[in-house]
């Protein structure tokens, strides 16, 4: 017989492949994060009063602008915000004892409201 029996090699390139699709990093779902940069000067910076600001408490209480909304209506109420606006920023204040899910529910929920970028306000250690 003259002929080259390939099936062995078949075998290990299949082995190979099974091989380099099991250890290839998956790619994760993540957030697109912005740092914000340390101010030069300790002095109190002057928010706008367009700015919206969605605070959540420890208790899961959650505010627009300091008014009371349930986690129910706030996708509402935020098409209602950013659906006459440009400007479409916003920010979360949340507690630090707060689980990060909680955070992150927020967040999906803005997004799909059609708020552009989301900033994190957070305390300062002291």
Do not use: C, H, W
Not at 2 to 14: E, M
Not at 61 to 72: C, D, G, L, T
Not at 78 to 96: C, D, G, H, Q, T
Request: proline content about 6%; glycine content about 6%; hydrophobic content about 45%.
């Amino acid at each position: 017989m003259s002929d080259i029996n390939i099936t062995p090699y078949i075998d290990i390139l299949l082995v190979l492949l099974i091989i380099f699709m099991v250890i290839t990093p998956v790619r994760q779902m993540d957030l697109d994060v912005k740092v914000p940069q340390q101010p030069e000067t300790n002095e109190p910076v002057e928010v706008d009063s367009n700015v919206i600001v969605v605070s959540i408490g420890e208790s899961a209480q959650i505010a627009i602008n300091q008014e009371q909304v349930s986690i129910a209506n706030l996708g509402r109420e935020l098409e209602k915000i950013y659906s006459a606006r440009s400007n479409k920023n916003m920010f979360v204040s949340a507690s630090p004892r707060l689980p990060y899910g909680d955070v992150v529910r927020i967040i999906d929920i803005a997004k799909g409201a059609g708020v552009g970028e989301i900033g994190l306000i957070t305390e300062e250690i002291r």
